[in-house]
């Protein structure tokens, strides 16, 4: 006899599913529509009031295109490489929280918490399956046996390497100062506010942190200034120049799922996730769902301004100014959580 | 090309990687190819393939009269097809020796610089969007678009102007066209400084800018490049200050020159040459004369025999047209253009080699070509 609690958890995972997708779905709209504004375009209109189904429009087209693979690929790893990259992004998503606990409407007396699973290490988790995500690009570059998706792999492998360790060394001092590997842990400690107005995130003791780990989040997602994988002026369309289709809406939902929960993550750990004045911790998740708009937001913004680096230029910026900054980071972290007190 | 095996010491031998840039590839502005030889993502060396936009219009000139051929001009550097035109003419009148009426010689003037202006929009939108910022290239686009309102309301057409006559204009400026010219330079001015805050103090900008491909003074002279290519190294060749024709005698400006030669340099040059066409424009719009367009034009145009060479600073460098007349037919004997883009193009492998393959795009946008004109 299932619980309501087991039949609430089956259902919470459907729904985080499809969040996601319609989330993907809903930020290529966004995309679209603020790149428009910040070029002084109108953007997509057509299609549904205010173009808002272009995303659908767009999904359909895709499937009814023809799949193509070039003849000398690797049938099976350039099947699975577009099957890499939608899982991990889907997967890490998992231990993500996004609100407090809820009765939903009283039908669960003990209440549940907006968050698939809770695992305690839910950070490495994070980190570990963003690790992955790489192979699917990685993959998808050598073996559609092209060259400009070989050289889109390659900067995507050179990329990973320079950015991941002080990606890793942030979140670390965000661990020192939450003193938890897990992320509802982290999040419960940002309630309530120093002095009664300053919000107890982790953002205000770890600024530096919080700008390595979007820095490192946009190198994590492949978004502009730092999208090499893919640098559309250079290598044609990088490491998915030879998908087409669905395995290539693979590639580009993983894109946008990413960079989802690039700034969920960033929420919980540095914005207090789900905690905020005004709104009670029930519908906590009304915040939680305006700062990761904020931060998409921030992303959007940042693709369309700024020209791009190039991949060398990314690998001396990210081992000689964020590491030794992430180090220095973590160290005064260290040595103010020993001093102060977690 | 034939590719080398690249000696690493002793473990691992490897090949170079050669890669087919083009014809079909985002950045190559048209229809270029260039085959690059890779070691890793570093550029070994590349080969330009041209001739993809070829149309014989140097050979189809021999057959058309001498008005017919303006509108041929018209296609060879279609995003400043009025410069080309107003080069033709002037060659043509200087082998007739034939007297252009001030006022044309104004016009043309104004025509001239909205040209450049409209040429470096598109080239910094390119350019821009080529290192990767797109959103530079919308905005040089709609004052782009301010320019060829004015000049569809000068000629009719957008594109391909067919602007000019021999001996002159083809019709007056229409009533209100030079307030509104002014007009557009106020706007224009304030937009430049648009561009540049996006761009000239750009961290990202500058890292990807700054040293790529420099050359020196004498080495571009050596190649052959011209116009801002040339200026970024320093060299103060310009045909409008040496050599000047139209009315670029009677109106005040400077030639901006850059120190390094670098790719910032021609960007900085271009940006700078925007603020100088505008001050070529409030003169020669304020300044400009009455009186007749059309000088004394025969009906039959029939130069006597003999040959003249004619160059005129376009957007891109010296065009040149060299024209030679047997005295004897209504169409020229040989026609020939020295095209800026076609000789700034053969400095490219020289600027590429050692640099990484996102270093080609920006030289590529650095140099800034048009292929109607490389292949005409």
């Given at each position: 006899m299932p619980t309501p609690l087991f039949i609430a958890q089956i259902g919470l995972t459907l729904f985080v599913f499809v969040m996601l997708l319609s989330s993907a779905a809903g930020m290529v709209y966004v995309e679209r529509k603020v790149a428009a504004l910040l070029q002084q375009r109108i953007g997509?209109?057509?299609?549904g009031p205010k173009g808002l189904l272009q995303p659908l429009a767009d999904i359909i087209k895709l499937m009814f295109k023809e799949e193509l693979r070039p003849s000398a690929a690797d049938a099976f790893l350039f099947a699975l490489a577009p099957i890499i990259s939608a899982t991990c992004a889907f997967a890490?998503?998992?231990?993500?929280?996004?609100?407090g606990d809820t009765t939903l409407l009283g039908l669960i007396p003990g209440g549940l918490r907006l968050q698939v699973a809770d695992v305690n290490v839910a950070i490495l988790v994070v980190f570990a399956i963003a690790s992955m995500s790489v192979y699917g690009i990685v993959l998808a570059g050598w073996s559609s046996n092209s060259k400009y998706s070989l050289l889109g792999g390659l900067r995507s492998s050179a990329q990973m390497i320079s950015y991941e360790l002080s990606y890793g060394l942030a979140l670390a001092g965000v661990l020192l100062v939450g003193?938890?590997?897990s992320l509802t842990d982290i999040v419960n400690r940002q309630a309530g506010t120093w002095l009664g107005f300053?919000?107890?995130?982790f953002v205000v003791v770890q600024p530096i942190g919080f700008l390595i780990y979007m820095t490192a989040g946009i190198a994590e997602t492949n978004?502009?200034?730092?999208?090499?994988?893919?640098a559309e002026q250079e290598l044609?369309?990088?490491?998915?120049?030879?998908y087409s289709s669905m395995s290539f809406a693979m590639f580009f939902l993983a894109e946008y799922v990413n960079m989802v929960t690039v700034s969920a993550v960033a929420t919980d750990l540095?914005?207090?996730?789900?905690?905020?004045?005004?709104?009670?911790e029930s519908i906590g998740w009304i915040w939680f769902l305006l700062k990761v708009a904020a931060i998409l937001f921030f992303y959007v913004w940042m693709r369309w301004t700024l020209p791009r680096y190039r991949y060398d230029q990314l690998m001396r910026f990210g081992w000689k100014i964020l590491l030794p900054l992430a180090v220095v980071n973590l160290l005064v972290t260290a040595a103010g959580v020993l001093y102060f007190g977690s | 090309m034939e590719t080398q095996t690249v000696h690493h010491g002793a473990m691992f031998d490897t090949n170079e990687l050669v890669i087919n840039?083009?014809?079909?590839?985002?950045?190559?502005?048209?229809?270029l190819r260039v085959v690059l030889r890779l070691d890793g993502e570093k550029v070994v060396d590349c080969d330009v393939v041209i001739?993809?936009?070829?149309?014989?219009i140097e050979k189809l000139s021999e057959n058309r009269n001498w008005t017919q051929i303006v509108l041929l001009t018209d296609r060879m550097d279609y995003v400043a097809a009025a410069t080309s035109n107003v080069g033709y003419c002037e060659t043509v009148e200087k082998l007739l020796q034939l007297e252009v009426p001030r006022r044309a010689r104004y016009v043309r003037t104004i025509l001239c610089e909205l040209q450049r202006i409209a040429s470096h929009c598109l080239w910094v939108g390119t350019h821009a969007m080529d290192i990767g910022a797109m959103t530079v290239f919308l905005y040089a686009f709609r004052e782009r678009e301010l320019i060829l309102d004015l000049f569809e309301e000068f000629c009719?057409?957008?594109?391909?102007?067919?602007?000019?006559?021999?001996?002159?204009?083809?019709l007056d400026v229409p009533p209100g066209w030079a307030k509104k010219v002014l007009e557009f330079c106020t706007i224009m001015e304030a937009k430049v400084g648009e561009y540049e805050e996006l761009l000239t103090h750009n961290r990202i900008w500058l890292e990807r800018t700054k040293g790529i491909g420099i050359i020196s003074g004498p080495e571009a002279t050596g190649l052959g490049l011209c116009g801002p290519a040339l200026r970024?190294?320093?060299?103060?060749?310009d045909v409008r200050k040496d050599?000047?024709?139209?009315a670029y005698d009677e109106v005040q400006f400077d030639v901006v020159i850059g120190t390094n030669g670098d790719t910032y340099d021609r960007y900085l040059v271009r940006m700078e040459e925007f603020r100088q066409s505008l001050r070529i424009i409030r003169q020669a719009t304020e300044g400009i004369p009455e009186g007749?367009?059309?000088?004394?034009?025969?009906?039959l145009i029939k130069p006597a025999a003999g040959e003249t060479y004619h160059a005129i600073e376009s957007p891109k460098g010296e065009l040149g047209y060299f024209i030679v007349s047997?005295?004897?037919?209504?169409?020229?004997y040989r026609f020939r253009v020295r095209p800026p883009s076609f000789c700034n193009l053969q400095g490219l492998r020289r600027l590429v080699r050692g640099h990484l393959v996102a270093d080609v795009v920006a030289l590529i946008g650095s140099i800034d070509i048009v292929l109607g004109e490389v292949d005409r």
């Open positions: 997509p209109y057509l299609v890490a998503f998992a231990v993500v929280p996004f609100g003193n938890s590997l300053i919000p107890h995130w978004r502009a200034p730092f999208d090499f994988p893919e044609v369309a990088g490491y998915h120049t030879e540095f914005l207090g996730g789900w905690h905020g004045p005004f709104l009670s | 840039m083009g014809p079909q590839h985002p950045s190559t502005h048209g229809v001739g993809y936009l070829h149309r014989g009719g057409a957008r594109l391909t102007y067919n602007s000019m006559r021999i001996g002159g204009l083809p970024g190294s320093g060299v103060a060749r050599e000047p024709y139209a007749p367009i059309v000088g004394k034009v025969p009906r047997d005295g004897k037919s209504t169409n020229p």
